[in-house]
C-alpha cells in the first residue's frame, strides 16, 4: 500500500532536479503537493467504508464458505468489483507520478510571458518568458483531488455488492433446509483473509485509521 511518504518523496525527487535546472518551476508544483496532503488527511468517510466492508466481507466469505450437507445452491453472485480479492486496488496509486521521470517532468513546463509582463514595458520590449504551467503537474493534481471519493466509492461497491448476495440468498436461508454443518471458517480465520490476505491491515496501517484490527493480527 502506497503511503505519504512514498508519494512525497517521489515528488520531492522530481521537483528538486526541475528547480535545479529552473528554480521559477518551483511553485508550480505547490498544488499537487496540497493535493496529496489533503489526500492523506483524516477522512471520516473513508473510515466509515472501510468499517463496512469489512464487516461486509466476513458475511459474504462466510455464506461462501460454509458448506452444509443438503449443498443448497443460494445464488451468490460472482461479479466480483474491483478490489472484492484486494483491497489495496481500491484506492489510487499515483502510477503515473512514479512513472514519471526527472527530465520528463521538467521538459513538460510551459514557458509564456506573463500577463502583468506582456503589458508592462522593459528596455528590450518584450516580458521575459517564465515557466507558467505543467499539464503533468495540472493532471496529477485533478486526479488526486478527486481520488478520495473515487476511493470510497470503491470500497462502497465492495461493501454492497456483499449485502446484495446476501439479501438475495436470504429467502433460501430462512425456509430450506441446509442440512448438517460440514465445514465453516472459524473467525481468526476470516479475520486472516480479510486482514492480511485481502490486505485490510496494510490498508489501515498506510492510511493511518482508526479501523479495528484484531488483536491476534497485530505484530
Known amino acids: ?3 505519504k511518504e512514498q508519494v512525497l518523496e517521489k515528488l520531492n525527487t522530481l521537483k528538486e532536479y526541475s528547480v535545479k535546472q529552473d528554480p521559477a518551476t518551483e511553485p508550480l508544483f ?7 496532503n489533503s ?18 466481507l466476513y458475511m459474504d466469505i462466510m455464506n461462501r464458505t460454509t458448506i452444509c ?7 451468490l453472485p ?19 507520478i512514479f512513472k514519471a521521470t526527472e527530465k520528463e517532468v521538467f521538459d513538460a513546463f510551459v514557458y509564456g510571458v506573463p ?17 507558467i504551467s505543467n499539464p503533468l503537474l495540472t493532471e496529477w493534481t485533478a486526479e488526486i483531488t478527486a481520488a478520495p471519493q473515487t476511493d470510497v466509492d470503491n470500497l462502497n461497491a465492495i461493501a454492497e455488492f456483499c449485502k446484495s448476495g446476501a439479501e438475495g440468498s436470504s429467502l433460501i436461508r430462512l425456509f430450506e433446509d441446509p442440512g448438517k454443518l460440514e465445514q465453516m471458517k472459524s473467525t481468526s480465520d476470516l479475520a486472516n483473509i480479510i486482514y492480511i490476505e485481502r490486505k485490510a491491515t496494510s490498508v489501515i496501517k498506510a492510511r493511518k485509521l482508526k479501523t479495528h484490527i484484531p488483536t491476534y493480527l497485530k505484530e
Not at 505547490?30 to 496529496?36: G, N, Q, S
Not at 489495496?88 to 503515473?96: G, L, P, R, V
Open 78 to 96: 460472482t461479479n466480483f468489483p474491483k478490489g472484492y480479492n484486494d483491497l489495496e486496488k481500491c484506492f489510487y496509486q499515483f502510477a503515473s
Open 39 to 56: 489526500y492523506f488527511s483524516a477522512n471520516p468517510s473513508l473510515e466509515d467504508a472501510m468499517r463496512d466492508v469489512i464487516k461486509s
Open 30 to 36: 505547490k498544488p499537487v503537493y496540497t493535493a496529496v
Open 69 to 75: 450437507s443438503n449443498h443448497l445452491d443460494y445464488g
Open 115 to 131: 500577463k502583468t509582463s506582456a503589458t508592462s514595458t522593459s528596455t528590450s520590449g518584450a516580458g521575459q518568458k517564465v515557466p
Open 1 to 3: 500500500m502506497i503511503t
